[in-house]
């Protein structure tokens, strides 16, 4: 996994994300590591960078979906999840949109895996596609 400095602490997004999972020491963080450590998993070439104040995103050729954590759900969002095949229907929230599409994950439940890995794959393979902005 290759990282970028996302912030102007001295600390990687890689540990500022391990941080936000103990701090938050509940559903929340145990979601977002298990989440996360399919991002990973999926591709070794995903950057981990850290955001917009203290948000989780996961990158390659650009931004693949972010992980934010609320009191009632943890909120991935595919950065182009509109354009993205869904069979598995993961996609629960941020619907309307033209762009953007969001799985809100709430205590308890239960993501299937290689669905989840199926939209980063495609997420990866779509931001690839397109010719980067100048």
Not at 9 to 31: N, Q
Not at 97 to 113: F, K, L, T
Not at 123 to 128: G, H, K, R
Request: hydrophobic fraction near 35%.
């Amino acid at each position: 996994m290759k990282q970028t400095t996302g912030s102007k602490t001295s600390e990687t997004p890689s540990k500022l994300i391990d941080g936000r999972i103990k701090e938050l020491d509940d559903w929340r963080g145990e979601t977002l590591a298990r989440m996360r450590k399919l991002i990973l998993q999926t591709d070794p070439e995903v950057v981990e960078e850290w955001k917009w104040r203290g948000v989780p995103v996961w990158e390659r050729h650009g931004i693949i979906c972010t992980g934010e954590t609320y009191k009632n759900v943890v909120k991935f969002t595919f950065a182009k999840g509109a354009s993205l095949s869904d069979p598995a229907g993961l996609f629960n929230s941020s619907l309307d949109g033209n762009v953007r599409r969001a799985i809100d994950i709430h205590d308890g439940e239960e993501i299937d895996a290689a669905a989840f890995k199926d939209l980063v794959r495609a997420a990866i393979a779509l931001n690839a596609s397109k010719p980067k902005r100048r």
